[in-house]
């Protein structure tokens, strides 16, 4: 039996207002399929009031929260964003995009700019249980035993370059 494979091509780059919302769209459709079972309503919804709080969208367009898209063509396919300086979050890939190593560019991408822009060599992120094994193969370290708080499970972690 012969298998087709998919090419696509896709370009990371620094978001824009107009992603914004799309990215978001991607985030919780996304977070909902994988991670929201891992989360207990309450956790679901501090997710959600989060992604739509308006000061982080307000905070995004001042340049305060950097964020970046992964993109084929016009549909966002993935999204990741910085704060406080250094600290991975909202890192999140389409599912029909999974293990074609989007995430993989977007964190490249971060570390790029990080070693460039800022001078820092590392990434501390809170990772959800679902994407453990991703920053694992990342070269990501635990930092310690999984926290729960707010109904969020994570694992914080840190990666140097």
């Known amino acids: 039996m012969l298998t087709k494979k998919t090419c696509f091509s896709y370009e ?3 978001a824009c207002a107009e992603d914004w919302k799309p990215a978001m769209n991607m985030v919780w459709r996304t977070f909902l399929k994988f991670e929201g079972r891992d989360y207990t309503p309450v956790g679901i919804r501090n997710f959600w009031e989060f992604i739509t709080d308006a000061d982080l969208y307000d905070s995004f367009l001042e340049g305060k929260y950097r964020a ?13 964003s910085l704060r406080n300086v250094n600290r991975l979050s909202l890192l999140f890939v389409d599912e029909k995009y999974h293990k074609r190593g989007v995430g993989r ?3 490249q991408c971060l570390c790029t700019y990080l070693q460039q822009e800022t001078g820092v060599c590392e990434m501390t992120v809170k990772a959800a249980p679902y994407a453990l094994g991703f920053y694992e193969k990342l070269d990501f370290q635990a930092l310690g ?9 994570v694992t914080a972690m840190k990666k140097s370059f």
């Not at 970046?68 to 990741?80: E, L, N, S």
């Not at 035993?145 to 499970?153: A, F, K, Q, S, V």
């Open 105 to 107: 560019a977007v964190i």
């Open 68 to 80: 970046w898209v992964a993109a084929d063509g016009d549909k966002i396919i993935g999204f990741a």
């Open 12 to 14: 990371v780059r620094e």
């Open 145 to 153: 035993p999984e926290e729960h708080y707010c109904g969020i499970r």
